[in-house]
């Protein structure tokens, strides 16, 4: 299966918050990442978490880690349609880097 | 900081002809550089793994010959599609990571839309 799961498809009202979630597998990922891609272009780094923490809050983005269900979570507070694009969570084992599918985020006036 | 700076953009080639692609990592030294193929409406495929001076190890199921990896020096690694088929358009990123470790995370380039027609 997988090694990085996440839902396809989000859609919300601008406005409200956004909670984008993700499984994965590898239990020695030392960090997970949360990308942001709009379309035609690369990656952004949106945030990333260290596999010890529960919690990481950065202005209108937290994430949340729950190691022992290996469930990563990324909520947007006041989402805005600047906010639709694909977000890709991903994990860290030290040697590569694997993704998730991808969960595209569309914001609704 | 930590920029790395991905050419061509967008190109379109001929079936049958050769393409590279640069990665250039632009304020850091990259001890290894990733490549990943990204299909429409798919997740990031991790295709190699490249260390300066040493030979690049490719995922299952990734032509090597194919798919020709170099990483000279610790700022620039290239790709080379060799003899491109219409199968192989896509988006091709890179990323590198600085020296120091994961902690420092991935920096990627902005990716190269390859057409082949």
């Known amino acids: 299966g997988e090694d990085v799961e996440q839902s396809l498809f989000l859609s919300v009202r601008e406005g409200d918050s956004s909670v984008i979630n993700c499984t994965y597998t590898d239990s020695s990922s030392t960090y997970l990442y949360w990308y942001k891609q709009e379309p035609g272009a690369g990656l952004q780094l949106l945030t990333y978490?260290?596999?010890?923490?529960d919690m990481k809050q950065d202005q209108r983005l937290t994430v949340l880690l729950n190691k022992k269900d290996k469930h990563l979570s990324l909520r947007i507070a006041d989402t805005q349609t600047g906010d639709s694009a694909i977000y890709f969570c991903?994990?860290?084992?030290?040697?590569?880097?694997?993704f998730g599918a991808g969960t595209r985020l569309t914001v609704k006036p | 900081g930590a920029v790395v700076s991905q050419h061509p953009s967008w190109v379109i080639c001929k079936s049958g002809t050769s393409v590279k692609i640069e990665c250039r990592s632009l304020?850091?030294?990259?001890?290894?550089m990733f490549w990943y193929r990204q299909f429409p409406k798919q997740s990031l495929m991790l295709m190699a793994t490249?260390?300066?001076?040493?030979?690049?190890?490719?995922e299952q199921g990734v032509e090597k010959d194919k798919f020709l990896i170099n990483h000279a020096s610790l700022t620039l690694s290239t790709l080379t599609v060799t003899s491109a088929h219409p199968e192989d358009s896509s988006f091709y990123i890179c990323s590198a990571r600085r020296a120091g470790g994961a902690g420092y995370g991935y920096t990627f380039g902005s990716g190269t839309r390859l057409t082949v027609v």
């Open positions: 991903a994990e860290d084992n030290n040697n590569d880097m694997r």
């Open positions: 304020d850091f030294q990259a001890t290894t």
């Open positions: 978490i260290f596999s010890n923490m």
């Open positions: 490249s260390n300066e001076g040493s030979k690049a190890t490719y």
